[in-house]
């Protein structure tokens, strides 16, 4: 099994970046993924959520309102699309899935891992 991230790179600050996740050797349709982000020295932390069906949806305060989180249950493929970036939005992004139908914000819910994308929003 694994989630293939990818769609990071360098932004500036109110510009638009789509990730993307791709998993292969299993699918995903009935279960719950999510995203998180992490910056060197801090730990990995919830940006967003999204249950097996793609109807519920939970999000970070800090990413309300300027990313959505989507899943394509046919493709097997996990969404984040990221609008009006900021500089502390720069992280590496990881998908998660959970053997769960539904997301958390919490790391250890998860089963499998993918293995990162870089954003850098610059100022």
């Known amino acids: 099994v694994q989630l293939q991230a990818s769609g990071g790179g360098l932004v500036q600050a109110g510009g638009s970046l789509r990730l993307s996740c791709a998993a292969s050797g299993r699918t995903f349709s009935n279960n719950g993924m999510g995203w998180f982000r992490q910056v060197p020295g801090k730990e990995r932390e919830f940006v967003s959520c999204?249950?097996?069906?793609?109807?519920?949806?939970d999000y970070a305060n800090s990413v309300e309102g300027r990313f959505t989180i989507s899943k394509d249950n046919v493709k097997n493929m996990l969404y984040l699309q990221m609008n009006s970036l900021k500089p502390e939005d720069t992280a590496v992004y990881y998908c998660?899935?959970?053997?769960?139908?539904?997301?958390?914000?919490?790391?250890?819910?998860?089963?499998?891992w993918g293995q990162g994308t870089q954003v850098t929003v610059s100022s």
């Open positions: 999204i249950n097996w069906s793609g109807v519920s949806t």
């Open positions: 998660a899935a959970a053997l769960s139908a539904y997301g958390s914000r919490l790391r250890p819910y998860y089963r499998y």
